[in-house]
């Protein structure tokens, strides 16, 4: 072999071995194209969430209804001849109620602004928060790159809005009511950097969508992907045009593949789905609700009119999701079809799946949720996707409505297609489904879903679990937390569907949002939690105030700035014997700090504190009052001290600053980093550290013989709000809501768990930033995130038509009331007091509450842009305080000085001497 063929020979090997490689790579790769479905929110018709909505599907409830009288009088556009101009043929629909309902204020939306937003927009808000939720992903954590991608068509608010004149256009008729704006908003809202796409396919908007968020997710475009859509009926134009097309059913009815269908029923509603890739979700351990294979989407073309279907194109996108989901037609068990009802439809949809799936198989099951709701249009084919997601979990199919006799026009047996009409089991072992959507501008897209992979055997962990477990709810107000409560009430003491109290509690403690109305409860199980939440509730004051209820619940508001914590490393004067058992049995944490300080100490001295097997005596020392002892005492009160700080900061509570007391003093030096561990240990053995041992804390450092009015000088030296007591605490000191600093013992004779739990609870209600995920860290593998409730949204009405009358002759009002008289002589009436600070906060509070059209008493430290304010209204407020204050203020006043108490303390300054006296507190002052 010549030299020239030897290398050609060694290139062609490593070429080889690269092909390898980048197959293998490319398998790989493949293997992530999958993507988890980890969560979902519904609003459809009869049914508020996924689980009312799989209710509904799997009892065979009919929600279609008259159309209600908010949205049109159904007598007087009802006609059954479709030729009456104006009319329309049916007087059916599926609706989602009080489409003016919303909680503006929750989103942060000024009343001003929400009338002019379309309640698509409104609802997307809303169904996103509890699809995040659902997920249990903190909608105010979420990963910047997420992805949203919406399906919206319709525009009847912009439609009712533009019919009332131009006094209906005000500046947020452009952002409210326009179509491209719902998914921006949500980007917006959330703080969503990843690509946002709204998307109009007519009825296979929501399922384009979400075939975009797979592509987005693949491509590593975004992290986390929140897609679906959204459809309102507000008014009747579109229904008359579809009844003159003759595709509405005129006994609203949709009777899919039935001989006697005979039209659609429009409906409405709102579904979201949350997306990750597989690989992600299975590594955050995320639950999976269902896997997504793939999709496809194509374009019907020309074909013999713009809104016939055409079955060819139908056929090639079927083929092609199977094809990018790597399944055989065979192996699909359901498909979620089209199955609108039109006779022309069903047939051609019909025989496009006899030619995809025909061959040596089991029937194909076929069947559609517009039998039960209706046909949402543009939010259609995710409330399929919802129904098939629900159905895998399940095992079971339900029922299709309206079906009485097959369509003759249908070949049933080639291959056997099969509409069930009672609920029925999953026809295949392995669960694999295909969701269709066409719309009627030719727009094709089909989706193939695959069951969720079986979770992992839950571990029972080599430590017993917790005792007791804590419960913490957060709401926006005092009612929203009760209504809370209620619903965890009701979930908790369901014996119908049981659920164990650690999950619930970690549920919620680490997939919610955190707000400044708190409520904590502790509890053994599932039972004492529910209990306890209906007492609270039963006694519920919207007034919050920090308060114990039978030593297990704990509730009030928290600041608006994290409280200044100190650790307080207590004397040996309250140990007792056996202290820190139970932590070292059932807290991992806690455990391996321990032991950790007894092999340091196994080192330097030569050998362990204890034997082994005895370690359980260990605290006996505490207690011991002869000098033998002592040491052993002194060294075991600093190892569980120290052990339990660092579980405290385990737990995300971090001290601002520590402060020792007698034998507590060497565990203080040693958590302000005066101290090294080692150098600790051997202080609180008897033997002197070595020279050089002693360094500049890296926190403040305070030492006290006694702990007399400890609390109260840290308090006003250092601004601590919270002092924690590590290691033994007399049971009930200082637990006075109403002291500064609040003081919360932690460890007592008999009673450790409840300690340390009750002082983790009265820390996190009075704002103490708590890591939830880390409090539960070393019971991952024992814990599930669990179905619990979505937050109780507080709605009110917001609707344009309420406050807009028809524009007088000769031009339109504007929407805003003219500055008030008692605003413009604002000026004056400051100068005719002595002190005129309450004029001031009244007048330029009632000047905000116009501004913003708040309806009720604004906080004056609350932020300006959570009570909805703008760039817009920022500077018409900045115009109102120069021309009812005539003076000049910056262009960026108001976002200098975000919240009223910041603003009326600079403006008192800028107004002079009238100001100077100021002896009512702003927070006291009414407004007029």
């Given at each position: 072999?010549?030299r ?11 070429a ?7 197959e ?8 992530d ?10 609003r ?11 209710d ?5 409830r ?6 209600p ?5 159904a ?10 101009p104006g009319r329309?043929c049916?007087?059916?629909g599926?609706f ?7 909680d ?15 309640p698509?927009h409104r ?9 995040f939720e659902?997920?249990?992903l903190?909608?105010q ?6 992805g949203?991608?919406?399906?919206v068509?319709?525009?009847d608010?912009?439609?009712?809005l533009s ?6 256009i005000?500046?947020y008729?452009?952002?409210g009511a326009?179509p ?6 949500l980007?917006y809202h ?7 796409l ?10 384009v969508a979400?075939?975009?968020a797979?592509?987005a ?7 986390l992907?929140l897609?679906g ?9 579109e ?8 595709m ?7 009777r899919?593949?039935d001989?006697a269908?005979n ?8 579904g979201?789905?949350?997306?990750k890739?597989l690989?992600?979700?299975l590594?955050?351990?995320d639950?999976v609700?269902?896997?997504i294979r ?25 083929r092609?999701?199977l ?18 009802g039109?006779?022309?439809g ?5 025989a496009a ?13 076929v069947g ?22 629900q ?29 069930p009409?009672?609920?029925e089991?999953?026809p295949l072992?392995?669960?694999l489904?295909g969701?269709?959507?066409f ?12 069951q ?6 839950r ?10 477990h804590?419960?913490?709810?957060s709401a926006?107000?005092?009612?929203a937390?009760?209504?809370?409560a209620?619903?965890y ?6 014996t119908d ?13 680490t997939g919610?949002g955190?707000f ?13 939690l ?18 114990v209820e ?9 600041p ?7 650790f ?6 309250d ?7 139970s ?6 944490t806690?455990?391996r ?40 005492g ?8 120290h ?6 900061r385990?737990?995300?509570?971090a ?6 007391i007698?034998?507590g ?6 958590a ?8 600790a240990?051997?202080l ?6 070595a ?12 030492m006290?013989?006694v702990d007399?009015?400890v609390?109260?000088?840290l ?10 007591e590590?290691?033994?605490g007399?049971?009930g000191?200082?637990r006075?809501?109403?002291r ?5 013992p ?5 009673g ?5 739990l009750?002082g983790?609870?009265?820390?996190y209600v ?5 890591d ?11 814990r599930?995130?669990v179905?619990?409730?979505t937050y109780?949204f ?5 609707w344009?038509a309420?406050?807009?009358?028809t ?13 008030p ?12 007091v002595?002190?005129g ?8 509070r ?8 708040y309806p009720g ?5 609350a932020?300006?842009?959570?009570l909805?304010?703008?760039?817009l ?10 021309e ?5 203020v ?12 910041d ?10 001497s009238?100001?100077?006296s100021?002896?009512?507190?702003l ?6």
């Amino acid at each position: 072999m010549t030299r020239e063929s030897e290398l050609h020979g060694l290139l062609l090997e490593k070429a080889l071995g690269r092909i390898e490689e980048l197959e293998a790579d490319l398998a790989a790769a493949r293997g992530d194209r999958r993507v988890a479905v980890v969560g979902m929110g519904c609003r459809f018709p009869g049914a508020n969430d996924p689980d009312q909505y799989w209710d509904l599907l799997a009892h065979g409830r009919d929600a279609v209804v008259e159309v209600p009288p908010d949205r049109w009088n159904a007598d007087a556009f009802h006609d059954p001849d479709p030729g009456v101009p104006g009319r329309m043929c049916s007087r059916f629909g599926g609706f989602v109620a009080r489409p003016a309902d919303f909680d503006a204020s929750f989103f942060g939306i000024s009343p001003r602004e929400a009338a002019s937003i379309d309640p698509q927009h409104r609802l997307l808000l809303e169904v996103a928060w509890e699809s995040f939720e659902h997920a249990g992903l903190p909608p105010q954590r979420l990963p910047a790159q997420t992805g949203v991608f919406v399906g919206v068509s319709n525009v009847d608010y912009r439609e009712a809005l533009s019919a009332q004149g131009h006094a209906a256009i005000d500046e947020y008729f452009s952002s409210g009511a326009t179509p491209s704006t719902a998914g921006g908003r949500l980007s917006y809202h959330f703080g969503l950097t990843g690509p946002c796409l709204a998307v109009d396919t007519a009825c296979s908007s929501s399922a384009v969508a979400v075939h975009l968020a797979v592509r987005a997710l693949r491509a590593g475009e975004c992290e986390l992907a929140l897609a679906g859509g959204v459809n309102r009926i507000l008014t009747p134009h579109e229904s008359i045009s579809l009844s003159k097309a003759g595709m509405l059913s005129p006994d609203g009815r949709c009777r899919s593949f039935d001989a006697a269908a005979n039209g659609y029923v429009r409906s409405e509603g709102c579904g979201l789905v949350v997306l990750k890739r597989l690989a992600d979700a299975l590594r955050d351990n995320d639950t999976v609700l269902a896997v997504i294979r793939g999709s496809a989407t194509n374009q019907d073309g020309r074909r013999s009119g713009l809104t016939v279907p055409h079955g060819p194109s139908q056929q090639a996108v079927i083929r092609d999701a199977l094809r990018d989901a790597g399944v055989a037609a065979a192996d699909i068990g359901f498909v979620e079809a089209q199955g609108t009802g039109t006779a022309l439809g069903d047939q051609i949809e019909a025989a496009a799946l006899a030619e995809v799936f025909r061959g040596d198989r089991g029937p194909l099951v076929v069947g559609s949720a517009k039998s039960n709701i209706g046909h949402m249009e543009s939010a259609s084919s995710v409330g399929g996707l919802i129904k098939v997601v629900q159905a895998m979990r399940h095992g079971t199919i339900p029922p299709n409505l309206h079906f009485r006799e097959p369509s003759p026009h249908i070949d049933w047996t080639d291959p056997p297609m099969h509409v069930p009409t009672t609920v029925e089991r999953w026809p295949l072992d392995r669960r694999l489904a295909g969701v269709n959507s066409f719309g009627f501008g030719g727009t094709n897209c089909h989706i193939v879903l695959e069951q969720a992979p079986d979770e992992p055997p839950r571990s029972v962990g080599t430590s017993a679990d917790r005792p007791r477990h804590l419960l913490t709810l957060s709401a926006k107000s005092a009612v929203a937390l009760r209504d809370l409560a209620l619903r965890y009430q009701t979930r908790l003491a369901d014996t119908d569907s049981p659920v164990a109290a650690a999950d619930v509690c970690f549920t919620a403690n680490t997939g919610r949002g955190l707000f400044r109305h708190r409520l904590c409860v502790a509890g053994r199980d599932s039972r004492e939690l529910a209990d306890h939440l209906a007492s609270w509730a039963a006694d519920w004051s919207e007034v919050p105030s920090a308060r114990v209820e039978g030593g297990e619940t704990v509730n009030g508001c928290a600041p608006p700035a994290a409280p200044k914590i100190a650790f307080l490393f207590t004397g040996s004067e309250d140990a007792y014997a056996g202290m820190g058992r139970s932590l070292y049995t059932t807290q991992p944490t806690f455990r391996r700090v321990l032991e950790q300080c007894d092999r340091l100490l196994a080192e330097r001295r030569g050998g362990p504190l204890v034997p082994a097997g005895v370690r359980a005596d260990l605290f006996r020392g505490c207690v011991a009052g002869d000098a033998e002892d002592g040491d052993r005492g002194r060294l075991a009160l600093f190892v569980v001290q120290h052990a339990l700080a660092e579980l405290w900061r385990s737990w995300g509570v971090a001290p601002h600053l520590v402060a020792g007391i007698g034998a507590g003093g060497t565990a203080a030096a040693c958590a302000a980093g005066a101290l090294s561990l080692g150098d600790a240990l051997d202080l609180a053995a008897g033997r002197e550290p070595a020279a050089g041992a002693y360094r500049e804390p890296r926190i403040p450092l305070v030492m006290r013989a006694v702990d007399e009015d400890v609390g109260a000088d840290l308090h006003e030296r250092y601004g601590t709000e919270i002092l924690v007591e590590i290691g033994p605490g007399i049971s009930g000191r200082g637990r006075a809501p109403d002291r500064r600093p609040l003081r919360l013992p932690t460890l007592r004779p008999g009673g450790e768990w409840p300690g340390i739990l009750m002082g983790l609870a009265h820390a996190y209600v009075r704002g103490a930033p708590v890591d939830w995920a880390g409090f539960d860290r070393d019971y991952s593998a024992m814990r599930r995130r669990v179905a619990v409730p979505t937050y109780p949204f507080q709605r009110e009405r917001h609707w344009l038509a309420d406050r807009v009358s028809t524009p007088a002759p000769g031009g339109a009002r504007p929407l805003t009331a003219p500055v008030p008289a008692a605003a413009r002589d604002l000026r004056r009436e400051i100068e005719s007091v002595s002190d005129g600070l309450p004029v001031l906060t009244g007048g330029v509070r009632a000047l905000l509450a116009e501004t913003l059209e708040y309806p009720g008493p604004i906080d004056p430290a609350a932020d300006f842009t959570d009570l909805g304010m703008d760039s817009l209204m920022a500077a018409e407020f900045r115009e109102r305080l120069q021309e009812a204050l005539r003076v000049t203020v910056p262009r960026t006043f108001v976002s200098d000085h975000p919240n009223l108490d910041d603003l009326l303390t600079v403006l008192a300054e800028m107004l002079g001497s009238a100001m100077s006296s100021r002896t009512t507190p702003l927070h006291e002052s009414t407004a007029p």
